[in-house]
Every structure is written in C-alpha cells, then in structure tokens.
C-alpha cells in the first residue's frame, strides 16, 4: 500500500481557498441584496412621465395606422352658448403611420352640425394631413389645396363640454371622439 505523504503546507493552503470562497460569496450576496433593495425603491410605482398627456387644446383618437391629433373646435365665445347656424372651424392632424399604405378621409359626422370638407383629404403613408391652421399647430405642406373642415352648428355648444364627431378613412374604418372648444390664442377677458 502506497504510503501518501501530505505536506504541512497543504492545510494552509486549503485555508486560503476557503477564505477566499467565503469572501466571493459574502462579496456576492451583498451585493445582490443591494441591487434589490435600490429597485425595490421603485416597484410598483408609475412613472410620471408614462401617462402624461401632449399639451395641446384638442383630443386624440386611433383608428388602425390613422392617429388623430389635435381634435378642436376653434371658437371665440361671447356668450353663454355658440348658436345654432353659426360656422366654426374643425381643426386637427390625422398622421398615417403606415409605411405603405395610402388611406383617405372620406368623411366626419357629429350630432352638432353638418361638417362640410374642402381641399385635398388624403393621408400618405408615413405622413399626415394637416386641416386647418392653429397657434403652434404645423401648416400643411406640399398640399395644392390645403385641407380645411368647418362644423355649421345645428345645436348649442359651449366650452367645457366636449362633442363626439366620427371620422370615416377608407381603410382605417370609423372613428369617434369627444372634440372639444378651443379659443385658441384669444386673450382672456
């Protein structure tokens, strides 16, 4: 039987490794229990940049690859009510974000008044049909005809409430959202 001869150092060696072991783990865990512990500061909490809101007068809406921006009424108001027979302009951005297909704006409805279309109403993909002009809203560009919509009331509105009108693409469908009113840049009285 063969005779196995261990050297003193060996133990101490062993020691060492141990030690070391100990160490990385220790070193391992702290830092694992730190990590938790700074995320945990966050869990279950809601970003407050997530739900923020653009800031602009009108609504929005989706309706497949046509998004709805800016939906407004643009109305001064010098009394209670905007009478029936009055004309008020529609204003909005309808952006398609397809990247291939072409949709139009066939028509828009609203149980206030006729809403009576002019100029070019079609969407290109990958870019947006701009109707009417507002303070801070772009201007339509490269448009032969710019787009324009204007609501001759058949009810009494007034600002604070909203109205819902329905907007009809050729291939994104309907859509129906509360417009509001919007005095736009008219100074406060």
Do not use: W
């Not at 995320?39 to 923020?52: H, M, N």
């Not at 009576?116 to 201007?139: F, I």
């Amino acid at each position: 039987m063969p005779i196995l001869i261990v050297p003193d150092e060996l133990p101490k060696q062993e020691a060492a490794v141990n030690r070391s072991k100990n160490r990385l783990c220790a070193t391992t865990a702290g830092l694992v229990a730190g990590a938790m512990i700074v995320t945990g500061c966050s869990a279950g909490q809601i970003s407050q940049t997530a739900s923020q809101e653009a800031a602009v007068n009108g609504n929005s809406a989706n309706a497949k690859n046509i998004a709805l921006r800016n939906v407004h009424l643009l109305a001064t108001q010098s009394s209670d009510y905007l009478q029936p027979g009055r004309a008020v302009p529609l204003l909005f951005v309808a952006a398609n974000t397809s990247p291939d297909v072409n949709d139009k704006l066939l028509g828009i409805t609203s149980d206030v008044g006729a809403v009576a279309m002019t100029g070019d109403t079609a969407v290109p993909a990958g870019a947006a049909l701009v109707v009417g002009s507002a303070s801070g809203q772009a201007e339509a560009m490269g448009s032969a005809t710019p787009a324009a919509a204007e609501v001759t009331l058949n009810k009494p509105i007034t600002n604070g409430l909203t109205y819902n009108f329905t907007f009809m693409f050729e291939h994104a469908g309907k859509v129906t959202t509360a417009v509001p009113i919007s005095a736009g840049d008219t100074p406060r009285q």
